[in-house]
């Protein structure tokens, strides 16, 4: 079973930068696709960002949020910056072995979000 332990949200205003950091209670394989998904209010949720031997980002937040992970310290980063408005989610981090299942949201491990909000 492996936790996933999501930090580093808050509230920040609009041209800020967070990173957000997601802690795995075990091992993680630098095979083991990760990824941020975001939930906005009102909003499904959606995929941001997701790394196994390279990194992915969506096309609304390209440019300026990246994703990187340090397998010493089994934990995944989500670096976000020139935050929007827009941007105010509840972050999720999840990981699952199929790649393209994890893209669209069908994680066998979620954390418990954290929350980001920007404001204007």
């Known amino acids: 079973q492996v936790q996933l332990v999501e930090s580093g949200g808050g509230l920040v205003q609009a041209g800020d930068s967070l990173r957000l950091s997601c802690a795995a209670s075990?091992?993680?394989?630098?095979?083991?696709?990760m990824a941020w998904f975001r939930q906005g209010p009102g909003k499904e949720r959606e995929f941001v960002a997701g790394?196994?031997?390279?990194?992915y980002v969506s096309d609304s937040v390209k440019g300026r949020f990246s994703i990187s992970r340090d397998t010493d310290k089994n934990t995944v980063y989500l670096q976000m910056n020139s935050l929007k408005p827009e941007d105010t989610a509840v972050y999720y981090c999840?990981?699952?072995?199929?790649?393209?299942?994890?893209?669209?949201?069908?994680?066998?491990?979620w954390g418990q979000g954290t929350q980001v909000t920007v404001s204007s």
């Open positions: 999840a990981a699952h072995w199929q790649w393209e299942e994890l893209l669209k949201g069908e994680a066998s491990y």
């Open positions: 075990v091992r993680i394989s630098s095979t083991l696709p």
């Open positions: 790394i196994i031997r390279n990194t």
